[in-house]
């Protein structure tokens, strides 16, 4: 079974940037897609980036698109998460998981491993 543990989150100012980092343990992650998802209060949790297991091929919400950058290191067993011009509707606890094969579907229900989230909070 896999661990996963996300990092980076924080205070910023809107316009600001923030890198998410989330580090697997306990196995490799490198066969599978990655996928980042938000949770915002009151809400429910949505996608925000995937990235499939070679690195190739990513996709991104609309709503972060142009802002946001995933990529990952499979030496280091670690998925990234850039995020610049950071607005105030991105304020979210941010999850990272791990898909169940290779192909980086966007629907959660295709993700079967979670981190504990970060919380990332953007003032105005």
């Known amino acids: 079974q896999v661990q996963l543990a996300e990092s980076g989150g924080g205070l910023v100012q809107a316009g600001g940037s923030l890198r998410l980092s989330c580090v697997a343990s306990?196995?490799?992650?490198?066969?599978?897609?990655m996928g980042w998802f938000r949770q915002a209060p009151g809400k429910e949790r949505e996608p925000v980036a995937n990235i499939n297991w070679r690195g190739d091929s990513t996709y991104y919400e609309d709503s972060v698109k142009g802002r946001f950058t995933i990529s990952r290191d499979n030496a280091k067993n670690t998925v990234y998460l850039q995020m610049n011009s950071l607005k105030p509707e991105d304020t979210a606890v941010y999850y990272c998981?791990?898909?169940?094969?290779?192909?980086?579907?966007?629907?959660?229900?295709?993700?079967?491993?979670w981190g504990q989230g970060t919380q990332v909070t953007v003032s105005s």
């Open positions: 306990g196995r490799t992650v490198s066969i599978y897609a």
């Open positions: 998981a791990q898909g169940r094969t290779f192909y980086n579907y966007r629907d959660s229900q295709e993700y079967i491993y």
